[in-house]
């Protein structure tokens, strides 16, 4: 009996921490880890995990390995968190390491044909898998059409060159200031505008044919 | 506004972050030159496409596997501290061990006798006993036949300083 009190006490507390954790911003929830509270790395995964899978997958097309190099990117996280400057932004930092991982994913691909002939395969068996993403409530053909579209979209921005490509899905789909870009990817202002600038024109030059 | 001056601000301009001049100059270069505004448009639609990609939810199992594989970072990184500081301690006993070897060997099976190595010695001069001239030796004053009297001489000597005088004040016999 009081065993099941104090796990009802111990939840409750739980609950209460939680709270708190969510309630806090980036830079408490990494001092409260800090200070011992292991919670608080739950909930910065929490926080991070969709927006640094979305990042990830958009920049190496392959979702399985995208959700690898996730985890990665909150292991190192995890194990070099003392040494985060809290001067800056933790998002900054966590979108650094995950950009420093996927470009590194990418060259290695480059460097070996034959992993990135397994990728290409095996994003062909996916097109055979139903997908999450779509309403399954909406019309057979009006699926077919969304579904055609996305694919168009994510090929479009495959084919954009890789700096173009980071720095435009860091600006618009993660929606980062120039000045973040900047450090996230180790550039001068100047190039950032540049190089989205350039993202920009490219992907609509390469999507227009498709969606006029 | 000229069309290379447009494409030069057209990131601004589709971020809204232009000044509210440059933003009407814009504006009107979109209204009368329909190149820019075609470009502007293809642009827009665009980003608006890619704006609205269906966000990708992480695996039901992220967590647990995220978890698993947290754990298993901790105990390899025990696992590599205990081995690094085995290691250490193996080299530091190798090293340790090979150096007394080294030195019993030579302590016991050299023929050769090793010369006595005695600490250098220190010579000191010792410490001048002194004693003040407390009374003016007349054969001083007597025994120097300079034509002047010594007499003074030797009350100066008394009064410098006692070293200096005793060790440069020498009784002179010139009847040798």
């Known amino acids: ?212 | 506004m000229d069309c290379r001056e447009f494409n030069d601000q057209h990131l601004a301009f589709v971020d809204d972050t232009l000044a509210g001049i440059e933003l009407v100059r814009m504006q009107l270069h979109l209204a009368e030159c329909r190149s820019c505004a075609k470009q502007d448009a293809k642009v827009r639609r665009a980003l608006l496409l890619f704006r609205n990609l269906p966000s990708i939810e992480p695996s039901a199992d992220f967590s647990e596997r995220l978890e698993a594989r947290l754990k298993a970072s901790e105990n390899d990184n025990l696992f590599l501290t205990t081995q690094r500081n085995l290691r250490r301690s193996a080299i530091a006993a190798t090293v340790a061990s090979a150096m007394m070897l080294g030195y019993i060997g030579t302590t016991l099976y050299s023929d050769t006798p090793r010369d006595l190595v005695m600490p250098p010695v220190v010579a000191t001069l010792p410490e001048p006993d002194f004693a003040p001239i407390t009374v003016s030796a007349p054969a001083i004053v007597t025994s120097v036949s300079a034509g002047l009297t010594l007499w003074p001489a030797a009350v100066f000597a008394e009064q410098v300083p006692i070293r200096f005088a005793n060790s440069s004040l020498e009784l002179a016999n010139y009847t040798r």
Request: net charge neutral.
């Open chain 1, 1 to 212: 009996m009081a065993d099941i009190v104090r796990k009802k006490v111990v939840s409750v507390e739980g609950a209460t921490v939680r709270e708190r954790l969510q309630a806090m911003d980036d830079s408490a929830v990494v001092t409260a880890f800090l200070g011992g509270e292991e919670r608080a790395f739950s909930e910065l995964v929490t926080r991070y995990q969709t927006r640094l899978l979305n990042f990830v997958y958009r920049t190496i097309g392959d979702r399985e390995k995208a959700e690898d190099l996730v985890q990665e990117v909150f292991i190192r996280v995890y194990r070099h968190l003392h040494r985060f400057d809290r001067s800056k932004k933790f998002s900054t930092w966590v979108y650094t390491i995950a950009s420093n991982l996927a470009k590194n994913e990418l060259r290695n691909r480059s460097r070996n044909p034959l992993v990135l002939f397994q990728t290409v395969q095996k994003n062909f068996q996916d097109e055979d898998r139903p997908l999450q993403f779509e309403d399954p409530t909406s019309r057979p053909d009006d699926m077919y059409r969304k579904r055609h579209l996305r694919e168009i979209v994510e090929e479009s921005v495959a084919k954009l060159p890789e700096h173009h490509r980071n720095v435009f899905i860091l600006r618009e789909l993660e929606g980062k200031s120039y000045e973040e870009i900047a450090e996230i990817t180790d550039c001068n202002l100047g190039t950032v505008k540049s190089r989205l600038n350039r993202a920009r024109n490219s992907f609509a030059e390469i999507i227009a044919p498709y969606v006029d």
